[in-house]
């Protein structure tokens, strides 16, 4: 579930626009030197924000490769055609 809020920050005083997600609260473990490396790049997100924006990363990703992998079982399943259409315009052509 995904809604839209406007919310207060109490600091600026400004008002800002957040969308709050359903989260599902997880214990993980990761090592120290992972997470020094991270505070050592400046990066400023907290562990929950860190982690959850690897993941989706991470799942995009994958989405990505499976894509691929689709479009080149569809291509292997018609190359055959695909090549006889290509030599079929090339004859068709005159030469140069």
Not at 7 to 31: A, E, G, N, Q
Not at 32 to 58: E, P, R
């Amino acid at each position: 579930m995904v809604s839209a809020i406007f919310s207060l920050d109490k600091k600026s005083k400004k008002y800002y626009f957040s969308s709050m997600i359903t989260r599902t609260k997880k214990s993980v473990s990761i090592s120290n030197s992972l997470l020094n490396d991270f505070t050592m790049l400046k990066i400023n997100m907290n562990t929950s924000q860190l982690i959850n924006t690897a993941l989706v990363n991470y799942r995009d990703d994958l989405m990505k490769k499976a894509r691929s992998m689709r479009d080149i079982e569809i291509l292997n399943a018609n190359i055959y055609r695909f090549n006889k259409e290509a030599e079929e315009n090339l004859e068709f052509q005159d030469e140069l």
